[in-house]
């Protein structure tokens, strides 16, 4: 049909859009919450239909934005990542490496216009089981877990967060599960301990407050003149020791326009 567009946005796509570090091209590694979060909105993997038509910008706040750049036409493109504290105090205090040599090839002129860091706090509810009996001593490693399908991560005073449960991977998606779901039809957590003693553990709610940090760069685009038919992913974006923020451009036959997508996210994703 006229005006659609399939373009596949799925995880390993938005890894793949997502420079590395130095020369080497490392993905920017992100905080935990950040990637439990970007699982949620939108739809994760598979095909999207993308009307193009009367569309400059289109796209998941959360996830992916799709810009529209007609042949010849210059536009301003700003893509927003969640990066750690690492990469987000070297983007406020470097200049970045510019990789354009990709898009160059086929005629794009690139350049980077503008970049900032939005450093702010989120505190999220998650389940957590406390027994002094776990407590770790120096340089002691912590293995106590419970039963298959869960994961446990312990702290040295003998404070668990649950990290993993049947139906929820990450300790903030289980968070957010009430008593009842994450238990089911137990009434507590049996975890093997010392001396292969079996506590049975019930979990208690707490609130964890956790730094993010938001990478938004504006990239200049002018696209070429002359129609470029390839269908191949051409990649742009900039980086640093620590990771990086890019985007990649495929053409839209139907519409005569090339599509422009790179990562999105804002605070509301934390919501």
């Not at 036409?73 to 990066?83: G, K, M, Q, R, Y």
Request: hydrophobic fraction near 35%; include cysteine; charged fraction near 25%.
């Amino acid at each position: 049909m006229r005006g659609l567009l399939g373009i596949t946005i799925g995880l390993a796509f938005l890894a793949f859009m997502s420079y590395g570090c130095s020369n080497r091209d490392r993905e920017a590694s992100q905080p935990q919450a950040a990637k439990e979060q970007a699982a949620e909105p939108g739809t994760a993997g598979g095909e999207q239909d993308i009307s193009t038509a009367g569309r400059s910008h289109w796209g998941d706040k959360c996830r992916t934005h799709f810009y529209y750049v007609a042949p010849g036409e210059s536009a301003s493109l700003t893509f927003e990542a969640v990066v750690d504290a690492g990469l987000a105090k070297t983007a406020r205090e470097e200049e970045p490496t510019l990789r354009k040599e990709e898009l160059e090839a086929v005629g794009y002129s690139v350049s980077c216009s503008n970049r900032s860091v939005d450093t702010f706090s989120v505190s999220f509810p998650v389940w957590v089981l406390s027994e002094p009996a776990f407590a770790a001593k120096e340089n002691e490693r912590i293995l106590y877990a419970p039963l298959s399908g869960w994961k446990v991560d312990w702290n040295r005073n003998g404070e668990g967060t649950i990290v993993k449960a049947p139906g929820a991977d990450g300790k903030f998606a289980v968070g957010r599960l009430p008593l009842e779901k994450l238990l089911g039809n137990r009434s507590a957590i049996d975890i093997k301990g010392p001396n292969g003693s079996v506590y049975s553990l019930t979990p208690s709610q707490k609130t964890l407050t956790e730094e993010f940090h938001i990478l938004s760069v504006t990239f200049d685009v002018t696209a070429p003149k002359e129609t470029v038919l390839r269908q191949n992913t051409r990649r742009a974006g900039v980086s640093w020791r620590d990771g990086g923020i890019g985007f990649g451009r495929i053409y839209d036959r139907n519409n005569e326009r090339y599509v422009i997508s790179g990562p999105a996210h804002s605070r509301d994703c934390f919501d």
